[in-house]
């Protein structure tokens, strides 16, 4: 299998040009093919952001990952906790800086569905609550994450809590990795088809993968 080449698009940001406020962590080496990063906003006022003359609102760029963020008050009290999806046109998110410290899990193209039986295409262009989409990633991940105190050891949580859900045995998954590449590689160039060739499937199969399949596939993962 092909070593996947991808960095998410990061577009200017208030948070991300503020210092001290965005922090990004590396995942354990072997979850690093499905998470880019975790990553951390802290909570800070409009005074400290100096936002009054720009929005809060962050954008979310079209580029194939999903993000599940933790989001707490400044006493520790869940706030939200939801999934971002995919999105095909920019996306704009209240990121409420003046009131929420987040934690979140940057997945990469199909990451997620490595860990979850739902099909990425449910969440194009939406965002979710992460209760209704899997209640056991709220409930095992998200209390813990909030009960943490310092980010080591949320980083840990986070990190074994995937590992547990990890599977090395998953159908198609080297065909799904190789097309991401050829897809990255061509930056979106190269048809269907063509890729379909060079892995040695047939299109029908190769979308099957992409669409529906890859939430399939996990069908026979233990859910805790």
Not at 44 to 66: Q, V
Not at 123 to 132: G, H, V, W
Not at 177 to 183: E, G, T
Request: hydrophobic residues 40%.
């Amino acid at each position: 299998m092909i070593e996947l080449e991808f960095k998410p698009v990061q577009v200017h940001s208030v948070m991300m040009n503020t210092a001290g406020m965005y922090v990004e962590y590396k995942p354990v080496e072997i979850l690093r093919r499905y998470i880019y990063c975790y990553w951390v906003s802290y909570r800070h006022n409009n005074i400290e952001l100096n936002i009054e003359h720009s929005s809060k609102n962050e954008m979310i760029a079209p580029d194939g990952c999903i993000d599940v963020l933790i989001g707490a008050d400044v006493d520790g009290d869940v706030i939200r906790n939801i999934i971002v999806g995919t999105v095909d046109k920019p996306l704009f998110v209240d990121m409420e800086y003046e009131k929420i410290h987040t934690f979140g899990i940057r997945f990469l193209p199909g990451g997620l569905q490595a860990f979850i039986r739902e099909s990425a295409c449910l969440f194009t262009n939406r965002i979710e609550s992460l209760k209704d989409v899997c209640s056991i990633m709220n409930n095992e991940l998200g209390n813990k994450i909030l009960s943490s105190r310092n980010i080591k050891d949320v980083i840990d949580i986070t990190n074994r809590y995937f590992i547990k859900k990890f599977s090395n045995d998953i159908p198609w998954e080297d065909t799904f990795q190789n097309a991401l590449h050829l897809i990255c590689k061509t930056k979106g160039s190269m048809s269907v088809k063509e890729i379909a060739r060079k892995e040695a499937v047939s299109e029908k199969q190769l979308t099957r993968i992409f669409v529906s399949g890859k939430a399939n596939m996990y069908q026979e993962m233990p859910t805790s």
